[in-house]
């Protein structure tokens, strides 16, 4: 076995940490990637010491001394399509507010140009998030929760005489 597979990359060693992020590096437009496994959302992970670990995380633990241990999410910027992007000019800090308002803003973005299958258009003012993955059109959300509640309250009448 080569004498790089017997040494373990720690987290005191930035250095050691960066090499390994950029042994799998390649470049697509201005995001620097990684050729390597992704989970099922994406997002590449290297292991460091004994514990995996999410690359975008790693890379702001280098360039911008992140908490690892931090509850804080790194986020990507919405002009950033790569989940497995680990460029610290296309991560920052937040939490999953911050998220959602991204995710808001990266899908009107893709999207601006189209509407929802109803017909409404598809914009920031227009999109509700629905258990925080599902993109709705909201004047059709408020419509049927409108007529949901006369529905209810005419049966309730009419069960009532």
Known sequence: MSDWRKQKTTLDDKDSILNLLNKHKFISGECW???IDTDRHGYARLRVGD???YVHRLSLY???NFDL???LLVLHKPECKYTDCW???HLHIGDQGDNMTDL???NSQKLEETTFRCGHPKNVANTKIAWG???QCRL???ERNRSLYWRIKKESKINAT
Request: aromatic share 12%.
């Open 87 to 89: 460029n610290p000019d």
């Open 69 to 71: 241990n931090s509850d």
């Open 133 to 135: 993955r599902y993109i």
């Open 33 to 35: 990637r990684v050729n």
């Open 104 to 106: 808001i803003i990266k």
């Open 62 to 64: 280098v360039f911008k």
């Open 140 to 142: 059709c959300h408020n």
């Open 51 to 53: 514990k995996l670990y």
